[in-house]
């Protein structure tokens, strides 16, 4: 490989990890990618310092003008709209910071920044990168990122997932939710629910899924005990790692039909997600390496 390809190649992980989570798509992630090759094979390697800064910066402004054609796409979503889930291997799982950050929880706090907001929350918390490198890359002057990264900060504490949850609790509530499935017993995903619990599925539009919201541990058993019996087909359940966290895969008759993920707050489930969307089922036939 010449030095421009190996370069990309060694950083290839950490720039679709850096888009991945600005965009919560992988597919768009892949196009931010052949984005950020095309111009980084035109760059003159003799005059770059530092070639992962210098690819996480093109990546970044790349992310940023996707993210904002993503806004406008999103306002015409059909229905909730969830990351798209990715299979993950176990080390992922082992590096907390990186877990939290990927998870369909946070990816879904980190719609609510701005884009810019975003990308530097992303840059500065999980990436751990200077202040100087994030203006370079957003187009800020160095003191105005501080501002935006400490406004960021604030915003996603307050969103963020209370408490420390830990897979073991994913995995009891997601046990419970096969039961649920499995044996038409909800009472004892009831017992794991919050009071206040969000489910959210998203079919884009594409097969049929919840079209709003559902709030409220009583109204979502309810809707799990009228949906239950529609299941036609052999149904499946299979514990997976999901964005470095305990999820489900749903198969009827041997096809995957949705992801399952939560999300815990002080040991109970808070958000309970179920994408369906076809078009953002292709990551969990095989792990998607993600790195930081």
Do not use: C
């Amino acid at each position: 490989m010449d030095d421009a390809t190996e370069a990309f190649v060694a950083h290839r992980s950490l720039l679709f990890t850096v888009a991945y989570e600005m965009l919560g798509s992988a597919a768009d992630a892949e196009d931010v990618l052949q984005e950020t090759w095309m111009r980084w094979v035109g760059v003159d390697l003799d005059e770059v310092r530092d070639q992962r800064a210098y690819l996480v910066r093109i990546t970044t402004r790349q992310a940023l003008s996707r993210l904002r054609a993503l806004g406008r796409r999103k306002e015409s979503y059909v229905g909730p709209w969830l990351p798209e889930p990715l299979l993950t291997s176990p080390d992922v799982a082992e590096d907390v910071e990186l877990a939290e950050s990927v998870s369909m929880a946070m990816l879904l706090v980190l719609e609510t920044l701005t884009p810019t907001e975003r990308a530097v929350f992303v840059l500065r918390e999980v990436f751990d990168l200077d202040y100087d490198e994030i203006a370079e890359a957003v187009d800020k002057s160095t003191v105005a990122v501080r501002q935006i990264a400490h406004r960021a900060r604030a915003h996603v504490a307050a969103r963020r997932p209370r408490g420390v949850a830990s897979a073991a609790e994913s995995r009891d509530a997601l046990a419970a939710f096969r039961r649920a499935i499995e044996t038409g017993d909800l009472q004892g995903l009831l017992d794991v629910l919050a009071p206040d619990v969000v489910l959210l599925s998203d079919g884009g539009g594409v097969v049929q899924a919840v079209p709003q919201p559902v709030v409220g541990a009583d109204k979502v058993a309810r809707l799990m005990e009228a949906g239950l019996p529609r299941l036609v087909g052999q149904v499946s359940l299979a514990p997976v790692q999901v964005n470095g966290w305990p999820a489900l895969i749903v198969r009827i008759d041997g096809e995957i039909d949705n992801v399952v993920a939560v999300r815990i707050d002080d040991g109970l489930v808070t958000g309970l997600y179920v994408v369906r969307n076809p078009e953002k089922l292709s990551r969990v036939q095989e792990e998607t390496p993600v790195s930081r």
